[in-house]
């Protein structure tokens, strides 16, 4: 692998990923003692985990949606805490917790709508936020909860 600069090593990376991902799996096999050795620093990097994750987190909400850690807690609390659309607090784990409620957008326009359960979410984006697809499965429950 060509080590002439940073710069260079990243974008031949981007190029060639299945050869680096080969390369790196070949060099963590053959030097097995320094791969630990930077294991044991990143993992010596990150002793405070809920620190680590706020950092994540502040960093993910900034980055996919302009907002900031306050704003978010701001929107849950005027949704009190659950799901804008099902009225329920969210029960899906992540990393053995609770998840946070996720961040509801256009993906069009960008604008935050509002803050969702897993499983609200999903739905919505399974059912490509179309309202006539909504509309027709509320219909075909109907016809079938009848029978």
Known sequence: MPTKNKEYTYRWREKYPERYNSYMRKWRKDNPDKQQAISKRSYNKVKDLDSTRKIHRKAHLKANFGLTLEEYDMRLSSQ??????????????????????DVDHNHETGQIRGLLCSAC????????????????????IEVWRKQ
């Not at 979410?121 to 075909?140: C, H, K, Q, V, W």
């Open 80 to 101: 009190n805490g659950v799901c804008a659309i099902c009225g329920n607090p969210e029960t899906s784990l992540r990393r053995g917790s609770i998840k946070s409620l």
């Open 121 to 140: 979410n999903a739905s919505l984006g399974l059912m490509r936020e179309d309202p006539a697809r909504l509309e027709a499965m509320i219909r075909y």
